[in-house]
T-cell receptor, first 115, second 109 residues
């Protein structure tokens, strides 16, 4: 079974530039999560999708971050414009359904460095 | 105060030692996950449990719902166990995960 795919794996940009990350969840998984993990910290949920609808985006900095999941499959996360404090690993995860007894499967992450 | 606290933050062990990582949480949960994160960022789910104990190879996870505490044990530790271990509690209200900051484990040959 193919896992969660993410691209790119690494990205270096200058502050005020824009960047986009892509995630392809495991086939059939209805729920997709985007996390931000700053070095030395645990992952922080940015946004959760159930199919193509947003379940939780309470911690998404909406002035600069946006995410979409068209057709309920792939998802993109965009930062525009980037700030230095956005340097982090951005993790995508998926699960069969967004209920408690479903395991999350994580992608390899995208390491973003903002200079 | 974080909803999920892990201890220790850093742990160095000799190969073969028995290792315990602790997780305490303050929210009501439906389930608790133990995750393993290797250098480079990839995360693997080790266990998902809501009661009792689970075992997989040399790894054992236990949870005490009344005490809001979980432990991850590694028996006969090996250098390849070196990773960050993260505890994540799934809240039973709001369908939200609360993550600990992780325990960085280094096993020395």
């Amino acid at each position: 079974e193919a896992g969660v795919a993410q691209s790119p794996r690494y990205k270096i940009i200058e502050k005020r530039q824009s960047v986009a990350f892509w995630c392809n969840p495991i086939s059939g998984h209805a729920t997709l999560y985007w996390y931000q993990q700053i070095l030395g910290q645990g992952p922080k949920l940015l946004i959760q999708f159930q199919n193509n609808g947003v379940v939780d985006d309470s911690q998404l900095p909406k002035d600069r971050f946006s995410a979409e999941r068209l057709k309920g499959v792939d998802s993109t996360l965009k930062i525009q414009p980037a700030k230095l404090e956005d340097s982090a690993v951005y993790l995508c995860a998926s699960s069969l359904r967004g209920y408690s007894y479903n395991e999350q499967f994580f992608g390899p992450g995208t390491r973003l460095t903002v200079l | 105060k974080n909803e999920v606290e892990q201890s220790p933050q850093n742990l160095t062990a000799q190969e073969g030692e028995f290792i315990t990582i602790n997780c305490s949480y303050s929210v009501g949960i439906s389930a608790l996950h133990w995750l393993q994160q290797h250098p480079g960022g990839g995360i693997v789910s080790l266990f998902m449990l809501s009661s009792g104990k689970k075992k997989h190879g040399r790894l054992i996870a236990t949870i005490n719902i009344q005490e809001k505490h979980s432990s991850l044990h590694i028996t006969a530790s090996h250098p390849r166990d070196s990773a960050v271990y993260i505890c994540a509690a799934y809240s039973n209200t709001g369908n939200q995960f609360y993550f600990g900051t992780g325990t960085s484990l280094t096993v020395i040959p």
